[in-house]
């Protein structure tokens, strides 16, 4: 099984001709300077070091054998003559079942004294795992403080992440995630309303509830 922001690229090659195209070699903001022109297809590389003597292939996670990577990858034009430093691979995710391991103060049930904080908890990416990490601390200064714990609201993205470790009565279903709008409270709805426009209402309520809160929350 797969967290699906982290697949395999040999994975969504299955899944259609076009589809790496349309992920991990998506152009956009990138123009060829030979034509003026955004490509169809585009592999980003990384430099890995401060002399620029290694690049990283991003989003090149794979489980292929490594002759066949080197195969492969040396099929793609200008890596043709490429030296592998390392080959690919995919990275465990290993996470606790947050929703029924951890209390509403959210440390381990069993003993208070233990915290989890990003990704362990089941929170996938550096943004969510930083503020992931940020809500714990909060967590544990409320309890040296001798305070409730704070529970900032759902409608924002500290909530909404608070809201995912919970799961809210899914507990069967729970697995890693992204921070997306499926973990705020729902907002209502308007008439002919465009998305761009649906986000950014969640936005401003986001930002203004979280102030609100943190104006009261005593931390």
Not at 58 to 63: A, I, K, P
Not at 143 to 158: E, H, Q, R
Request: with cysteine; net charge positive; proline share 7%.
């Amino acid at each position: 099984k797969y967290f699906e922001g982290c697949l395999p690229i040999e994975v969504m090659a299955e899944r259609g001709v076009q589809t790496l195209a349309f992920g991990p070699l998506k152009p956009v903001g990138l123009t060829d300077p030979r034509t003026g022109e955004q490509p169809h297809a585009v592999v980003q590389l990384r430099m890995e070091n401060a002399e620029a003597t290694a690049w990283n292939m991003v989003g090149f996670q794979t489980r292929l054998k490594y002759p066949e990577q080197k195969r492969i990858f040396q099929m793609l034009p200008g890596l043709e003559k490429a030296v592998f430093l390392r080959f690919g691979s995919v990275h465990r995710n290993t996470y606790v079942h947050s929703p029924s391991l951890l209390s509403d103060g959210l440390h381990w049930h069993d003993d208070p004294d233990l915290y989890f904080a990003g990704q362990i908890t089941g929170v996938e990416g550096y943004v969510e795992s930083t503020a992931c990490g940020q809500l714990i601390a909060w967590h544990v200064l409320a309890k040296l403080k001798g305070v409730a714990p704070p529970v900032p609201p759902t409608t924002t993205a500290f909530g909404a992440l608070r809201r995912h470790l919970r799961a809210d009565g899914i507990l069967s279903a729970y697995s890693p995630s992204n921070l997306n709008w499926s973990l705020f409270a729902p907002i209502d709805k308007r008439r002919r309303e465009k998305k761009h426009e649906k986000k950014a209402r969640q936005a401003a309520r986001a930002e203004a509830d979280f102030n609100a809160w943190w104006a009261e929350a005593g931390i």
